[in-house]
T-cell receptor, first 118, second 116 residues
Framework: KNQVEQSPQSLIILEGKNCTLQ??????????LRWYKQDTGRGPVSLTI?????NTKSNGRYTATLDADTKQSSLHITASQLSDSASYIC?????????????????FGAGTQVVVTP | EAEVAQSPRYKITEKSQAVAFWCDPI?????LYWYRQILGQGPELLVQ????????DSQLPKDRFSAERLKGVDSTLKIQPAELGDSAMYLC??????????????FGAGTRLSVL
């Protein structure tokens, strides 16, 4: 079964501190892995996208890593800010190949709820 | 900056009533997705369009849900009749294409549905 598991379910960190979120997946065949940030009551916003050959990708204070062999990814938040309070969702794309096209089917994790306190 | 527009933002309805949600994707985006997100969970794909054609509706409860994208631009998702378990956030997303493996999905703000 194609699954995406995230941990922890939630965490609270002090402003200025670092934190790391984990994502394990069993999706196959693998196309790419994405991390999204979702503010309360809003739609998700893409942070990073990594394909099989990439093992790290940064977007400002967000750094994602990917180990395609162990099917694990992490998202590291450096020097957290109050605005980082959100749900962070790991999404893995399955690859479908047709005779004339190819596309990805997305499998979403349940997200990690991050709360940054002053 | 271009955005995916959704309306309404909030909808309260009674069980057995019909509801409809509207989505206008970013101009030029061929692929449109409808997701349902239950509180505390990740989004679940309901239907995916490539232009006006349905690419994937395997998770769409077709006895009560329907979706259309008649001219390959904006889209409507309908529920009839609504059930208590349909209470959720309904998200629309669009992307330039599905063919590019690194394409980015852009999400709208969603419609929060409450069924009483």
């Amino acid at each position: 079964k194609n699954q995406v598991e995230q941990s922890p379910q939630s965490l609270i960190i002090l402003e200025g501190k670092n934190c790391t979120l984990q994502c394990n997946y069993t999706v196959s065949p693998f196309s790419n892995l994405r991390w999204y940030k979702q503010d309360t009551g809003r739609g998700p916003v893409s942070l990073t996208i990594m394909t099989f050959s990439e093992n790290t990708k940064s977007n400002g204070r967000y750094t994602a890593t990917l180990d395609a062999d162990t099917k694990q990814s992490s998202l590291h938040i450096t020097a957290s800010q109050l605005s980082d309070s959100a749900s962070y969702i790991c999404v893995v794309s399955r690859l479908f190949i047709m005779t004339t096209d190819s596309w990805g089917k997305f499998q979403f994790g349940a997200g990690t709820q991050v709360v940054v306190t002053p | 900056e271009a955005e995916v527009a959704q309306s309404p933002r909030y909808k309260i309805t009674e069980k057995s009533q019909a509801v409809a949600f509207w989505c206008d994707p970013i101009s030029g985006h061929a692929t449109l997705y409808w997701y349902r997100q239950i509180l505390g969970q990740g989004p679940e794909l309901l239907v995916q369009f490539q232009d006006e054609s349905v690419v994937d509706d395997s998770q769409l409860p077709k006895d009560r849900f329907s979706a259309e994208r008649l001219k390959g631009v904006d889209s409507t998702l309908k529920i009839q009749p609504a059930e208590l378990g349909d209470s959720a956030m309904y998200l629309c997303a669009s992307s330039l294409t599905t063919s590019a493996l690194r394409h980015i999905q852009y999400f709208g703000a969603g419609t929060r549905l409450s069924v009483l």
